[in-house]
């Protein structure tokens, strides 16, 4: 037996649970550099027309109004939100946060690109800019054994001061990649994203052109998820919740009293 | 057995459908741009010869209700709620025009301007395709600007307008693809000094307090049929046991 009413309240503890998910991996995430926060989308499911308006309810007489029930709600998908987090300086000459639109291109150890808004980025043994992780940035930029006063332009040129050389010297320059739809790239996890049929290909240019944001060395991205706002979403979500279950619990208590009336 | 079982088994139906509404607005109360379903009985005369004693019910919805949802501030620019009683215009997956008051937009890897339940937005001239674009913003009249690649930031192009309709003087309805839809066909005409609020949605308007007392009443009412049937069987209990031959 498979009774409406409890069926459509059994969507809407679906929903609010998955909302809860999205909601607790936010919170968890309220630290981590370079964050994006993402926001569940329901959307209603299909009605189910029970009487058409307009039809015969006796010989002579028509339903002015039909009967067009719902049947519940579903997740649509999740959305990034694509704010720009608080830049936290921290001092550190290797840490990076962009002002604006864009990523830095990262190369993954199976060679394809990755792309992120964390900047915290570190030399490796041969002298590499890298993430924490270990994995290059894209293009590669070498920072020489002895550099001293490195510092990292505002469009991404990186110098500094060779051991032994008074003049600085241009190391490279590091190029961000923007999207058409950056909402539409997909999290793989490490604070990396890929890109996606629904995000475009990546437009990859000097950072503070055609939209691209600006870099700000020693500072990072904070994430952009607000403590306050999740909680008042948690506690939204879970009165939502709640009140679906009471729908169960009273269309159960229905049932139970025709069981045993009758 | 008498007649006045169906009546309470018509009753007991239209309560449990009356649930199931309750339970869709329920579930529903947090999707961006929700109208609550008003659903409602309605008597439906039997007539026959004899005493026109029995009128069973039947529920009808009666639409939706119109009221305004609260705003929610999201910072986000595709994001926009609308002012007043403007519907924005989509496209349906049958390709006509419904409307929708969810104002979550995204953009396709087409370019095509969508709602976040993936329904194509419209603009007075069709469905909206956005170009490659740096930057794409709305402006409080619906208007979409954007900056096109390596173009001036300080000079954003106009490149269409949401067509926000006016259900004024319309009759809407709900349909099964939970858009709203002119009843027997047809568009909403463009409504030009309609207003969105860019970086808020609106949130569902179910009143969650009315929901759950409308729950309770409805959960009452069906307790009362069930009593009805009851006392049907016990009256025809005694009837039968008047009827009864003496041992």
Redesign the interface.
Known sequence: MS????Q??R??LD??NT?MRVIANNLANVNTTGFKRD?A???????????M?GAQ??AQNE???????????QV??T?K???QGTLQPTGNAFDLAIEG?GYFQIEMADGTTAYTRAGNFARNGEGQLVTQEGMPLIPSIQVPEGATNITIGADGTVSATLAGEAEATELGKIETA?F??P??LRSIGSNLLVET????AP?VGAAG????GTLRQGSLEGSNVNIVEELVDMI??Q??YE??S??IQ??D??LQ??NQ?? | MDKMVHTSLRAMQGIMDRQQAIAHNMANADTTGFRAEIVTAQALYLAGEGLDSRATTNEVTLGADMNPGTLKSTGRPLDIAINGDALLAVQAPDGSEAYTRRGDLMISESGLLTTADGYPVMSDGGPITLPAADQVSISADGAIAIIPPGGDPNQPQQVARLKLASPAGSDIVKQNDALFHVRNGGVLPSDPDAKVTVGALESSNVNMTQALVDMIEASRAWETQVKLLTTAQQLDDSGASIMQLPS
């Open positions: 009774n409406g009413a409890l459509v309240a969507t809407g929903a609010q909302k926001r989308s329901f959307e209603t499911l299909a009605y189910q027309q029970r009487i308006p309810s006796d339903y002015a109004t039909g009967l067009a029930l719902g049947t519940g709600v649509a998908g959305m939100i694509d704010t639109a923007n058409t739809n909402a539409g049929g629904s995000s475009g437009i052109e055609a939209g691209r939204e979500t009165r939502a009140v679906n009471k729908m009273a269309t208590e229905m009293f025709a009336q009758l």
